[in-house]
C-alpha cells in the first residue's frame, strides 16, 4: 500500500472486506509538507461549518456534477481533496424484490484510488472529527447495467493533481473510468449484511443450477 501510492506516513489497518458508512476507511490526504499520508478517517462527510455532526449519515457521497458549488461539498472541494484507496467496491442490482450486489474492481487487479473529500469538525466540547465523502459520477459500460452512478476513479497519473491542483484543474478527472479498465461480477448477498466481514464476500457468486 506505501509503496503503490507513495506514501511517506501510512496508519495501520486490517484487511477489510465490508466497510459500511458511518465507519472508518483509510484515507490519502497532502500533509503540510505536500507529502502523502494515509490515515483512518470517518465515511461520511461532516462540514467544518455544520452544527450536529449527524449530518454526516446523509453526506457519504458526493455527486460530481455540483461537488464545486454545493454548500456541503464546496469548501472541501476548494482546499481538502483525498484519495480513498481500495482493491474494489460493491453495488447493488435491483432484480424484482431483490437486490443482488456486485463487486468492481481494475481488471489489473491494483488497488484503486477513489476521489473525495475530507473536513475536519471541531464539536463544542473541543472534540475533532475527521471525516471524508466519496464522489461519484455517471457510469461507464461496466457499471451502467447495475447502477447509475459510480466512484470517481483517479488514474495514477492524476493522483497528485486530484490532490494539490487547483479545483479548475481537477473536474475533467471526475469522468467515469474507461470501462475496459474495470471488471465486475455478482457476490453473496451477505455483503448486504454489514457486520458480514470475511474473503468469501468478494468471491465470484455461484449460479444456481
Not at 141 to 166: C, G, K, N
Request: charged content about 25%.
Amino acid at each position: 500500500m506505501a509503496s503503490h501510492f507513495g506514501l511517506s506516513e501510512c496508519a495501520d489497518f486490517g484487511p477489510r472486506y465490508n466497510i459500511p458508512p458511518g465507519t472508518d476507511i483509510p484515507v490519502i490526504r497532502l500533509s503540510p509538507e505536500g507529502k502523502r499520508v494515509l490515515h483512518l478517517l470517518r465515511w461520511g462527510l461532516v462540514p467544518h461549518r455544520s452544527g450536529d455532526p449527524s449530518i454526516g449519515a446523509k453526506l457519504n457521497n458526493a455527486r460530481a456534477e455540483g461537488v464545486g458549488e454545493k454548500f456541503s461539498y464546496r469548501d472541501a472541494f476548494r482546499r481538502r481533496r483525498c484519495l480513498i484507496p481500495a482493491d474494489g467496491f460493491y453495488e447493488w442490482k435491483t432484480e424484482g424484490r431483490l437486490k443482488q450486489p456486485w463487486h468492481f474492481s481494475l481488471r489489473s487487479g491494483d488497488p484503486l484510488a477513489m476521489g473525495g473529500l475530507w473536513e475536519s469538525w471541531r464539536g463544542p466540547d473541543g472534540r475533532i472529527l475527521r471525516a471524508c465523502a466519496i464522489i461519484t459520477t455517471g457510469p461507464n459500460a461496466v457499471m451502467a447495467p447495475v447502477h447509475d452512478r459510480v466512484p470517481a476513479i483517479i488514474a495514477p497519473e492524476h493522483w497528485q493533481d486530484w490532490l494539490a491542483a487547483p479545483p479548475d484543474e481537477v473536474r475533467a478527472l471526475l469522468a467515469p473510468l474507461p470501462a475496459e479498465a474495470m471488471q465486475a461480477w455478482k457476490v453473496d448477498r451477505r455483503v448486504s449484511h454489514t457486520t458480514a466481514d470475511d474473503p468469501g464476500l468478494v468471491a465470484l457468486m455461484a449460479e444456481a443450477a
